[in-house]
């Protein structure tokens, strides 16, 4: 279990850590630790709990329990600045720049230098003029972040993280934004500093990058440690076996069946130069099918393109059969083609409207007809939807924001049936609601697929895609990688699939 | 005791109340104030502004705001004055000084809607260009001598003065707008959450044009009125209104960050700041002082406003923390989604720690 053999001090050690948000427990007493000059790979599914303990490590969450040490000194992390003053650097995945700023200010941003009251940007330029030089850098330091790529920008930030000083260094999914030629001089940089002592705390989904990287690593599933141990005594299989785990369970989904007739969504060739290339996709009326991915995969955009949210570069859709262009919402609401958001607060929800107002929004015409609007059969129309979805709410005037996420979902997915579309695009439909409330959505998706309504739903929990779904689409990195029948289905080879970004199918 | 504060709010009659209140205790202070000459006279002076306050309203509501509201209604105004003059046609000078008002503010739909620039700073642009506009076609000179034209704004239809006639027929009007056609739904969907308005089907920006049209119909027949009034057509007139417009409906509850507010709210803000302003003047209180006081009330509301919702905020969190289910109705929610800005206190109620 430890990899710790030799008799050093760890550099960081975190102790039977747990924390739990309202309805969910995120981690579990969770022991974690980290040796100077080595790189440990943190791996696990979407939801495992990674950014729960990085969040912790550094500052933002609180632990409900536990403790964390630093060179065997027990430390309280109370925010990321008290972090930073342990020596705790945390490189995000989604890289927060200030575009307007200078290479040299982004050095020094939160500890600016002062000399007699007054920034002193000479030292400022001064410093970072050397940094760059002995990183081999010839850009000016007057130059603004937002002429620089997001590569560069990570390298920068690494340059600052080591400049103050920084002993742990976390780098959540360093590669998920740079390009392929750059993670060689990405892995050359994390190997310097490893030889320089620093202790690298690595999150990745990809395996080829864990084993190539990593001395120890430590495998977390639904917030416990399932694995911790050095790279050496494991290999990439059991890693993803770990993260995935055995027990799974077909029979928690109410899956029916239902008769599967034409085509009634198809996708050529759908492009976006920035977010994905050459998707083909189809969808058949009554059949649910799956999306799977990991984050950042492109899964989203390309629901959102079909939507009409996300510009196309290429690509034909057709519906019924019949080719239309879906230039915006409407239009693909007109078509008959509607989408559940991933992010229902962003983009679901009027959260000053009441739950009656938010459920009729998509079809103004049902209710407000010959210049008035129709009180009484919008209240019939919403109370008929709310029934069958069994929204819990105090009555239908109810403002959307004051009921759980469950619920708010409920009430979208009514939106959506009130509409009576031929395909429901469903973008993580069970995020963040509780399990009752998801087998609810479940048992909708089936009488749905019943009713003849085709289906294609992103989801990130591979146990619910298998579930589900009649089919499966995967996809990495902007490209579809594979189409799964049930025969194929298992969650190895979807993930094998998820993290694949060469194969095309 | 602030906690009491809020469960005493009466939600979106609480407006009215206070209405109720100012002209309670007006009519104590001057007994001249519940005179049928005062009474007509603040109700001839409050056409003008109310006009305009229902145009910032209606984009406030959706997320916009109009700076050029004064200046575009002098404009506005002082064009169809000329046009009158020139024609003898009253609804050819009507009709001028609403095509005037529409079109400065199709221009700014157009930047707004069409090309994403932030509505302050288009209508502020707005507010000089349309400035600049009267005084080069007036020469800074004021239009006088309107003959029959002052009948728009001095007239009287029995008791009725025809200004009060005017708020009357343009308040049906834009309550109905608002609250019983697809487009005022829209607009206060676009105004609450514009991402998730497009993605519910909702073409907003044609919602944002159609909101300045009418903001821009209003304004100028504001402008009309106005120059009636006054028997003038004065470029320098207006100076200010778009922030006194914009008083109105936030005191009567209409919400600065937008999806929320009702016309009835608004009506009842203009009432109260032109009750009070008449009992300011009729108690001989100076102008500046009356100026302090409408400030310090601009500010409580406001802040009251925000407060409130920040208490609605903590009920939120709350609730998502349990189960929502179960939890006593807010208590009677507006049909409209309107309610009030002031109204999101009321979801304090019942469940605030």
Known sequence: MSAAVASETPRLTVTGVSKSFPGVMALQDVTFTVRPGTVHALCGENGAGKSTLMKIINGIYSPDTGEMRIDDEPVRVRNPIEARAKGIAMISQELNYVPDMTIAESFFIGRLPTRFGKVDWAHMRREARRLLAEEGLDYSVNRKLGSLTVSEIQTLEILRAVYHDADVLIMDEPTSAIAHREVASLFAKIRRLRAEGKAIIYISHKMDEVFELADDVTVLRDGTVVSSQPASEIGPETVIAQMVGRDLDHQSYPKEHAEIGDTVLEARGLSNSQLFEDISLSVRKGEIVGLAGLIGAGRSEVVRAIFGLETLDAGEIEVDGQAVRLRSPKAAIDQGVVMLSEDRRLVGIIPQMSIKQNATLASLRKVIRGGFTRRREEETIAKEYFDRLSVKAPSSETRISSLSGGNQQKVLLARWLIAEPKVLLLDEPTRGIDVGAKFEIYKIMTQLARQGRGILMISSELPELIGMCDRIYVMAAGRLTAELTPDQYSQETILTHAMNDSEVV | ?353
């Open chain 2, 1 to 353: 005791m602030l906690a009491r504060l809020k469960a005493l709010d009466t939600g979106r009659y609480s407006i009215f109340l206070i209405l109720g209140a100012v002209v309670v205790v007006a009519s104590f202070l001057s007994e001249n104030f519940m005179t049928t000459n005062n009474v007509t006279n603040v109700l001839r002076q409050v056409a003008v502004i109310t006009i305009l306050a229902y145009g910032a309203m209606t984009l406030i509501i959706a997320g916009m705001i109009d700076l050029s509201a004064g200046a575009v209604m002098a404009f506005a105004g002082v064009v169809s004055v000329i046009v009158y003059k020139d024609t003898s046609s009253m609804l050819l000078a009507i009709l001028a000084g609403i095509v005037v008002g529409v079109a400065c503010n199709l221009v700014n739909a157009f930047l707004v809607a069409t090309l994403r620039t932030p509505a302050f700073i288009v209508t502020l642009g707005m507010m000089m260009i349309a400035r600049g506009a009267v005084l080069q076609l007036t020469q800074g000179q004021n239009v006088l001598q309107l003959g029959d034209f002052v009948v728009l704004g001095q007239g009287s239809l029995g008791p009725i003065p025809l200004p009060t006639l005017f708020l009357v027929i343009i308040t049906v009007i834009v309550w109905y707008l608002m609250s019983q056609t697809r487009y005022g739904r829209s607009l206060y969907a676009v105004g609450g959450n514009e991402e998730a308005a497009r993605a519910a089907g909702i073409a907003v920006e044609r919602v944002k044009y159609q909101a300045f049209i009418v903001n821009g119909v209003l304004v100028g027949f504001a402008g009309v009125i106005f120059m009636a009034r006054v028997n003038a057509g004065l470029p320098n007139a207006g100076v200010g209104y778009e922030l006194q417009a914009i008083t109105a409906p936030i005191i009567g509850g209409t919400s600065f960050s937008g999806g929320i507010g009702t016309t009835a709210g608004t009506l009842a803000g203009a009432l109260i700041v032109g009750v009070l302003g008449n009992i300011m003047n009729l108690t001989g209180v100076g102008s500046y002082v009356q100026q302090i006081v409408m400030g310090v009330i601009i500010a409580v509301a406001v802040a009251y406003d925000v407060w409130s919702k920040r208490g609605k905020r903590k009920t939120v969190i709350l609730k998502n923390d349990g189960e929502a289910d179960g939890q006593p109705p807010a208590s009677g929610e507006a049909p409209v989604p309107a309610g009030s800005g002031t109204a999101s206190g009321r979801q304090g109620k019942g469940v605030s720690p």
